[in-house]
């Protein structure tokens, strides 16, 4: 098999400098990989960075690294849609500029994808740099409370999860584009692998989760702390989880159950002057008409309910 590996970048290229060579030595004697960076309109100075290090890492590498440059800043599902787009192999690792595979991460993934066609993708055991700990994450759980879908860190000691990561997971090219990829209206961030995870399991794909096959991940080095205020990354968190709930659940009660404890939360976040929800809720109802045109053209391909994937 073929894999292209996609990084996005934005304002990073220190980042992509610090973790490239040892992305590249993760895969050992693979042959079958190269390496798709894509810029997503960073700064013209740290395109000419990030050109740089690619040209140094070419010279010297057999894994070939591609950059491909946005005119304009889109966000993570523009970037990573750019990168797929732009491939012809048969997996794509998706991986977050902030994050390094641990040499032999890749032969537990590629057996994973033997003989079952049916498996969109493999998520990687996340080896989350959080201040001076680390903690074991990649494997999601959801569950149902107060007409809202929450999901939390999972026990990693199962392979089975609700989603799989848009920064250190191996997906089925040609699925990812049956798809449409993650979806842009999530821009610039979150919720867009989760909402990639639950459309193609709502259709009968199958999402694994696999602990052998281990990715340091270093949060605090990423594009989001650097670049985004907190507040500002609270709204667009509860815009898209309002988004993906207007988006995808189609199971009755569960839509009654949402619209109902609405005015509960509403009025919990105006009692607590809590301004991110409130602005996310409005931004989500503000863009309802593209929500809606979306949920219609994904329904077709669902053959699985809300609640068997909700449990």
Request: aromatic residues 12%; hydrophobic residues 40%; positive net charge.
């Given at each position: 098999?073929?894999?292209?590996v996609?990084?996005?970048?934005?304002?990073?290229?220190?980042?992509?400098?610090?973790?490239?060579?040892?992305?590249?030595?993760?895969?050992?004697?693979?042959k079958?990989?190269s390496?798709?960076?894509?810029?997503?309109?960073?700064?013209?100075?740290?395109?000419?960075?990030?050109?740089?290090?690619?040209?140094?890492?070419n010279?010297?590498?057999?894994?070939p690294?591609?950059?491909?440059?946005?005119?304009?800043?889109?966000?993570?599902?523009s970037?990573?849609?750019t990168?797929?787009a732009?491939s012809?192999?048969d997996?794509?690792?998706?991986?977050?500029?902030?994050?390094v595979?641990?040499?032999?991460?890749?032969?537990?993934?590629?057996?994973?994808?033997?003989?079952?066609p049916?498996?969109?993708?493999v998520?990687?055991?996340?080896?989350?740099?959080?201040?001076?700990?680390?903690?074991?994450?990649?494997?999601g759980?959801a569950?149902?409370?107060?007409?809202?879908?929450?999901?939390?860190?999972?026990?990693?000691?199962n392979?089975?999860?609700?989603?799989?990561?848009?920064?250190?997971?191996?997906?089925?090219?040609?699925?990812?584009?049956?798809?449409?990829?993650m979806?842009?209206?999530?821009?610039?961030?979150y919720w867009?692998?989760?909402?990639?995870?639950?459309?193609?399991?709502?259709a009968?794909?199958k999402?694994?989760f696999?602990k052998?096959?281990?990715?340091?991940?270093?949060?605090d080095?990423?594009?989001?702390?650097?670049?985004f205020?907190?507040?500002?990354?609270?709204?667009?968190v509860?815009r898209?989880?309002?988004?993906?709930?207007?988006?995808?659940?189609?199971d009755g009660s569960?839509?009654?159950?949402?619209?109902?404890?609405?005015p509960?939360?509403?009025?919990?976040?105006?009692i607590?002057?809590?301004?991110?929800?409130i602005?996310?809720?409005f931004n989500?109802?503000?863009?309802?008409?593209?929500i809606?045109?979306r949920?219609?053209?994904?329904?077709?391909?669902?053959?699985?309910?809300?609640?068997?994937?909700?449990?």
């Amino acid at each position: 098999m073929k894999i292209d590996v996609i990084i996005p970048n934005y304002n990073g290229s220190n980042l992509i400098k610090k973790n490239l060579s040892d992305v590249i030595k993760s895969f050992g004697d693979f042959k079958k990989v190269s390496i798709i960076v894509v810029d997503d309109g960073s700064q013209p100075e740290d395109v000419v960075k990030l050109r740089n290090t690619i040209d140094l890492v070419n010279m010297s590498s057999k894994v070939p690294v591609t950059l491909i440059p946005r005119e304009k800043n889109g966000g993570f599902s523009s970037a990573v849609n750019t990168g797929v787009a732009n491939s012809k192999a048969d997996l794509v690792l998706l991986l977050n500029s902030d994050a390094v595979p641990y040499e032999g991460f890749l032969p537990p993934i590629l057996k994973r994808f033997e003989n079952d066609p049916m498996l969109f993708g493999v998520g990687c055991m996340d080896i989350s740099i959080e201040g001076k700990e680390k903690v074991e994450r990649g494997r999601g759980v959801a569950y149902w409370k107060k007409g809202i879908l929450r999901h939390r860190k999972g026990d990693v000691d199962n392979d089975d999860t609700f989603w799989i990561s848009g920064g250190s997971s191996m997906v089925r090219r040609e699925l990812y584009k049956k798809f449409n990829g993650m979806d842009e209206i999530y821009n610039p961030f979150y919720w867009e692998d989760i909402d990639l995870s639950y459309r193609v399991q709502k259709a009968g794909y199958k999402i694994v989760f696999e602990k052998q096959s281990k990715v340091e991940h270093r949060h605090d080095e990423g594009a989001i702390k650097k670049h985004f205020r907190s507040d500002r990354v609270n709204a667009i968190v509860y815009r898209n989880q309002f988004i993906f709930h207007w988006k995808n659940i189609t199971d009755g009660s569960l839509i009654i159950s949402h619209f109902f404890w609405m005015p509960f939360h509403l009025l919990n976040a105006i009692i607590h002057l809590d301004k991110p929800f409130i602005k996310g809720f409005f931004n989500a109802l503000n863009i309802m008409s593209q929500i809606l045109a979306r949920r219609k053209l994904q329904k077709k391909y669902y053959i699985k309910t809300d609640k068997e994937l909700i449990r």
